[in-house]
């Protein structure tokens, strides 16, 4: 095969599965494979703002608990 087919090959498989190569770096450079995926939705700004001060205040990691509720809804 010549040089220029395999890369056109290499940057389409590279590109179709962007996020297992990150995930591949991700493990070269710390040695630990990702079990989290980040997620964008939209609330409304006061909810977001009062539970940011309420996890704050009492020293609560925001996503825990989202993931927490989560499972809870899940699991019921």
């Given at each position: 095969?010549?040089?220029?087919?395999?890369?056109?090959?290499?940057?389409?498989?590279?590109?179709?599965?962007?996020?297992?190569?990150?995930?591949?770096?991700?493990?070269?450079?710390?040695?630990?494979?990702?079990?989290?995926?980040r997620l964008n939705f939209?609330?409304?700004?006061?909810?977001?703002?009062?539970f940011k001060k309420y996890?704050?205040?009492?020293?609560?990691?925001?996503?825990?608990?989202?993931?927490?509720?989560?499972?809870?809804?899940?699991?019921?």
């Amino acid at each position: 095969m010549p040089s220029n087919k395999f890369l056109k090959l290499a940057r389409k498989i590279a590109e179709r599965d962007k996020d297992i190569f990150d995930s591949l770096i991700e493990f070269e450079r710390t040695k630990r494979m990702r079990s989290k995926t980040r997620l964008n939705f939209t609330i409304d700004k006061g909810v977001a703002s009062n539970f940011k001060k309420y996890c704050r205040g009492k020293g609560f990691n925001m996503s825990a608990k989202i993931e927490k509720a989560m499972n809870e809804m899940i699991e019921s």
